[in-house]
């Protein structure tokens, strides 16, 4: 928990006259004095860049007059995150469950596609001995990028249907540890609201009508004196469900700034909303026998829950 994240940084440009025959790793650090060459070269690589409108990962590619050239900046690390043995929790031929870290995008984004989980996904998936031979992965449920957890991929096109319709009708058991603000009124219940996004706020919340249903319940876990850590469990997948159901109950997620949780402890900044997802559980897609994962919380939620049981002590 060393800073709170901050916004994306998003530099649009288009390219002049004078500039036309630059290359593209040269063009950047001559119109924006704040990044270099090496920088500039390394969000290319990681694809943050985009020219008229088109991801480019070429750092040679030359510049006409008129491209519009935009590159973009998510504070995140430039080396691309890989997986390594530790992280992969469950495969076979059929499907992949992996622990995801915190801060580290499930999919591609503008500013991003090598190190997301996806992408290593692919790199760790890659026969080394068929480099030709694209992995088949299946992209079922979404973490959010700060969310750490477990999440699954079918990788056999036998698998994804099945994968898919289990997810979409709630036939998996999701269960996830979220530290929050206060403490829920009741201790345990359920929350069921139609949950529709707000593009102006970039946030989710419940609507009379028009919405998506969204089902949430919980249990309070460990209570302590103003937060507590709560257990969690949706019967559907929305978007931003837990943050919003827990922001609408009057108990925001720690560091969760834009649903208003607090966004440091006495002082100590909060990375990011401390949600993890802890279990899944349901039937294989193929030889319908049950499978059951569970991981811990990651160090920064131990961390902080010790604090708070310090702090209330």
Sequence with gaps: MNSVKKKWKIYRLIVGSQQAGMRLDQFFPLAVAELSRSQVRKVIDIGGVHINGQRTRTTSKILATGDQVELYLDHLPLVPWRICPADVIFKDNYLIVV?????????????????????????????????????????????????SGLIAFSIHPQAHKKMTEMFSTGAVDKTYMALVAGRPDPDSGEIRSLLARSRRENRVHTVAAGGKLAVTRYRVNVPLYDSSLVEVQILTGRSHQIRAHMAELGCPLLGDQRYGGPVALDGMPIERPLLHAQRLKFLHPVTSQQVDFSVPMPEDMHQALQFLKRTEG
């Design 99 to 147: 622990n995801k870290p915190a801060m580290i995008e499930t999919q591609p984004t503008h500013a991003r596609y090598k190190g997301t989980l996806y992408e290593a996904l692919q790199v760790y998936l890659q026969d080394p001995y068929r480099p030709q031979l694209k992995p088949e992965i299946g992209m079922i449920q979404r973490l959010d990028r700060s969310t």
